[in-house]
């Protein structure tokens, strides 16, 4: 347990967070490869001239995936760029083939040469300052951030990661120049509301100072582990990112704490 203290445990200013703005724009691209990296996670690889001037500077950003919907309406969900480069023209994206709704059904469809729009990302939050350590927590829909954190991170980085599966064959690899520790936390898709398993899994973690902790799950589920972490350990909010991705039983919803 974590002195209550918060100037003792945490004399390091509070990390940056600097919003960058991108043009809002567009994009047209095709699918260039279909993957399944787990059973429940595909990975599908888009590339098209329009990706040139693509701009994500972020591990956590978002584009909107439009495809057609029911009576000619658009329908748009946000999704995390796993990986993108502009040489190539090409952009990586995994989808969680749980969730229902039409853009995983699209993936779930998804051949080579199938068209795909995007817009954005709007914007990125860039966290700088003294952050010499990440612990990243969060669920199946936080993986593709989680992953490209830490497939990003340099030689000089710490991360602990707490994720998540429902099942060992949903636990993902990553190549990465940081020091990373990996823990696997299982439960049933259908108990993906519930945080306790997660809470548990922090508990055994001993989180020191200049720790910047980044938090992405069901919206309850985030609530519960920041309360946690800020009332039973004592850790400063200002050294906490936390995001809903997800909304128990409200489609294409999300909650930004």
Do not use: C
């Not at 940081?178 to 519930?194: E, G, I």
């Amino acid at each position: 347990m974590m002195d209550n203290n918060q100037s003792t445990i945490h004399p390091f200013p509070a990390p940056m967070i600097e919003r960058v703005r991108h043009e809002l724009r567009r994009r047209s691209l095709t699918v260039e490869s279909v993957t399944d990296i787990t059973p429940g996670m595909r990975r599908i690889v888009l590339r098209g001239e329009d990706l040139a001037d693509f701009t994500s500077l972020a591990p956590d950003d978002h584009i909107k995936i439009i495809v057609p919907g029911a009576g000619g309406v658009e329908e748009r969900r946000d999704y995390t760029p796993r990986r993108y480069d502009n040489a190539a023209r090409s952009l990586t994206l995994d989808f969680a083939l749980h969730e229902a709704g039409p853009v995983t059904q699209w993936a779930i469809d998804a051949q080579p040469g199938m068209p795909l729009e995007i817009g954005g990302p709007r914007g990125s939050a860039v966290v700088a300052g003294s952050v010499k350590r990440w612990l990243l927590i969060g669920d199946e829909t936080a993986l593709p951030a989680i992953g490209r954190r830490i497939e990003e991170s340099g030689a000089d980085t710490t991360i602990v990661a707490i994720a998540a599966v429902a099942a060992p064959e949903e636990e993902q690899s990553f190549e990465t120049a940081a020091a990373l520790t990996t823990r696997w936390v299982y439960r049933p898709l259908s108990d993906a509301t519930n945080a306790e398993p997660l809470v548990a899994a922090l508990a055994g973690i001993d989180i020191v100072p200049q720790t910047f902790v980044w938090i992405a799950a069901e919206a309850s589920v985030v609530r519960a582990i920041r309360a946690y972490l800020t009332e039973e350990r004592g850790y400063p909010l200002s050294w906490i990112k936390a995001s809903g991705y997800w909304v128990k039983g409200k489609a294409d919803t999300s909650e930004k704490f």
